[in-house]
């Protein structure tokens, strides 16, 4: 398994070399090369030897519990990945990164139609794999099990329908009410600047720069390139000072997870991350739960405004505060608010069902996301730039993705509500910056497991309960009704 | 051989990142990496499949010259790399990874004995692969063979022969002449200009930024990461402007021959540089035919008196030209002027031969280190880290690597001079900073021909004759006479 992950952690490097330096004409045979790398880590995963080490385990009377979980799960993964012949990972591979190349250019020009041939294959490609993949009730739930183990259409149409139930009429109170002032994040802040305090909450949050670093990159992003290389990148926009300060607490949060997973696993289920839910959850509890409250700015006003100290002479840590909550309709997801976030997840979500249903065909897209835009945010889509080619995941071939990132916010909440109770003065310690004892909080209740646990069992052990919407609802109220003064 | 070269280059890959940009705790992870790399790259090109297709292609009548060529030569390594086993190429590997960690570690802390047993450990396995891959005549040649096929120790006993008896009495002509004047390259110069100042080199020689990068190393190098994707660092010291230039045109001259092999022979031996005494002819004739010329400077000193105007007030084109050729003795190899620098080279010369004789022990380096700087460079060695720690390549496990800077140099004469007797007052052309024709005849002359050609052959085909260290001799004799005042 450690040789297998040598390879894959190579692949990793790979690509992340190819969002952060690659030169503008190298991608077709940087994409040769992953393909490569792909299909050699597939035969070898799949090859006799492994099937005659995990023979030769099942009848070892000695292993531990730990040992025990890792062939378990092991053993689930080789018969998954059994089930793809080496030429469909190369062929699916290439199509990913013609897709990919494709996207970057039709986002660019504004033009679907570069793109639609390619994502049409890739969807060929997906349902071909929800095939191979075999799964009970809606083909769908293949892709959903890739990311999120066990997690089906059943379970998040339930989820939504909370969403829709709850989120949607209080959000509707929010833009009833009067809007909180944000002018100030849109002045002019410098690159370097910013790039310093950033690197500043990286170091607060506990990100160890001796096992990781931060790049610059157009999409920010968090890779693993061994236990001891964990990455990050940021981008960083002069007209918008927000932009850097989320990404870079956002994908802090995913690094401290990563960075927390313990070494000796290397290569084992053990060593890796539950599921992108979880994953998400730790991203988001750093970005939301912490670094979008008030505690977190009455201690980290004062930094900012020592960079910045022209820029945000008029600016209070309440003002600061209440202005990177502010709620609004907005185009693209990954700007958006914390709550209107949902919708945007919600909107990829039903658009991926319904294509894994056949309903949808690739060159209806953009009218039907434009449609589900103006239904759920009351908003007109102007190009499709800012619409259905926002987003990479597509082009990477992820489907069933997208619904990890409301899992994890709802997560996030129940796992702060959780620590809040456990860890005396919570917010007191995080607006001293102290926020060692969070890290170890989750150090000891997530990181440590790796995929000892299930999601749904993480959390029942962490909270005493399963996923429950309640939580994240609870916490929306509590902070927003406080921010637009609502009763 | 496409999918060989991909996990070829993603090896390249990881190792681009360990010079530039890996977290100071990720080594361990990342030596295992490459290890597996190796070993899987080693399988793969050794294994049946391969064999099959070469025996194949035996008998097929149909191909062209460039074809046989490409099947001879993959087959001669197909037959040295059947030498070796798997077991022996990861071992290796580890080998060289831990003697590498070992040599930073004792040459920032002075202390060879740190490094002395893992060095012991590498020079074992190098014996060993000698006997592996058999020799004619003297051990040392098969480590030769490795990096100049067909070198050998007769032929480099002749030529440093004639460094000892041309250059080294010419060099003390030198000595005892009136020195020039280089005080003002250690003057305080910006980080930030020198790399935009170093850029624009790079771009003036030809540099494809589209297919290739610069970033920041501690040691200068190239490397290829595909056809497309030719990546060189440079270093920038604030105290001595000389060193960026040099590394940067230095390592521009290696990424051209590389940026010039054809992109259609990918994998193929007419896709790869011939040998590394060709490649270090490409790199010393822009380094030091072209970058250290009278012409070069009479051009280029206005761009550097632009980034540098208050630095270079008092410098004319003409002492900035003189003061980059001081001829000194001097303790490291890498800043020593271009003639002396045989004498570098000589030295680890005799080291390697008679460690490969049995004649040297690694703890008896030190002493016979200092010795021969007496002897050749009349200068006394006050540390290990300055001495006999100075270098990478032992850490790296290259033997036989050294001899070849100097037929580089050699080779880099000779080609110019027939440069210059075939482009139209390429003088004139290198102060107008047009490089474009002498690039174009690169192209056409070396860089085309892949390995088509052995060092020998193309050197014939060039100039009409092997190998003479006259044409080095001359140049030197007419640039450093005119310097030096030399009658």
């Known amino acids: 398994m450690a040789r297998i992950a040598d390879v894959n952690y190579s692949a990793a490097v790979l690509q992340w070399d190819q969002e952060t330096y690659l030169p503008p004409n190298a991608a077709n045979f940087r ?24 023979k030769g385990l099942e009848s070892n009377g000695t292993l531990t519990d730990h040992q025990k979980k890792n062939l378990e799960l092991i053993k689930l993964e080789f018969e998954k990945q059994k089930k793809y012949t080496t030429e469909f990972v190369e062929q699916m591979s290439h199509a990913v990164s013609a897709a990919f190349n494709a996207w970057q250019l039709a986002k660019k020009e504004n033009n679907f139609k570069l793109y639609a041939p390619h994502l ?20 769908y739930n293949a892709m959903l099990d890739l990311h999120e183990k066990k997690c089906t259409v059943a379970e ?15 959000v509707k109170k ?99 991350a539950i599921s992108l839910g979880i994953h998400e959850s730790q991203s988001r509890l750093w970005e939301n739960n912490v670094g ?47 709550l ?7 909107i990829r979500y039903e658009i991926e069902k319904a294509i894994f249903e056949d309903k949808l065909k690739v060159d209806e897209l953009p009218a039907y996301w434009n449609a589900k835009y103006k239904e759920y945010l009351n908003i007109d889509v102007p190009s499709d730039t800012q619409g259905v080619l926002q987003d990479v995941h597509w082009s990477h071939g992820s489907f069933g993705y997208f619904p990890t990132y409301s899992l994890g916010s709802f997560y996030a909440a129940q796992f702060y509500e959780q620590a809040s109770k ?17 890290l170890a909080w989750l150090r000891a209740k997530v990181h440590v497991h790796g995929r000892f646990y299930t999601a749904q069992e993480l959390c029942e052990r962490i909270t005493g309960e399963k996923l429950n919407f309640n939580h994240f609802m609870s916490y929306a109220q509590n902070k927003f009704g406080t921010i637009y003064d609502l009763k």
Not at 120 to 133: R, T
Not at 219 to 227: A, G, R, V, Y
Not at 340 to 346: A, G, K, L, Q
Not at 422 to 438: N, Q, R, T
């Open 292 to 338: 979008r409250s008030l505690a977190y700015w009455k201690g980290n006003f004062k930094h900012a405004a020592q960079y910045f100290p022209e820029e945000l002479k008029d600016v209070t840590p309440e003002a600061f505060f209440k202005g990177m909550n502010r709620v609004e309709p907005s185009l693209i997801r990954t700007n958006s608010d914390e």
């Open 156 to 170: 998040l149409d339930a989820l939504f329908a909370d969403v829709r139930k709850q989120l949607v009429p209080f």
């Open 340 to 346: 209107t976030y949902h919708f945007h997840v919600m």
């Open 120 to 139: 049409e294959k890739l969807i060929g490609f997906k349902k071909k794999e929800c095939e191979l993949l075999g799964y009970e009730g809606h083909p």
């Open 174 to 272: 929010i833009f009833a009410a009067k809007q909180v002032d944000n002018a100030f994040f849109y002045r002019h802040y410098d690159h370097n600047k910013q790039w310093d305090f950033g690197l500043g909450l990286l170091q607060q949050m506990g990100f160890d720069f001796k096992r990781g670093r931060q790049d610059i990159s157009s999409h920010p992003f968090t890779t693993t390139l061994s236990p001891d290389d964990v990455r990050v990148t940021t981008r960083i926009n002069e007209k918008d000072l927000s932009e850097m300060i989320w990404s870079c607490i956002h994908e802090g949060g995913h690094a401290l997870y990563e960075q927390g997973l313990l070494p000796e696993y290397y290569g084992m289920p053990l060593g890796e």
């Open 31 to 54: 994409a040769g090369q992953l393909s490569s790398l792909s299909g050699l880590i597939h035969n070898l995963f799949t090859g006799e030897k492994t099937a005659a080490i995990l």
């Open 422 to 438: 456990e860890i005396k003065d919570l917010p007191g310690k995080v607006e001293a910056g102290d926020l060692s004892e969070l």
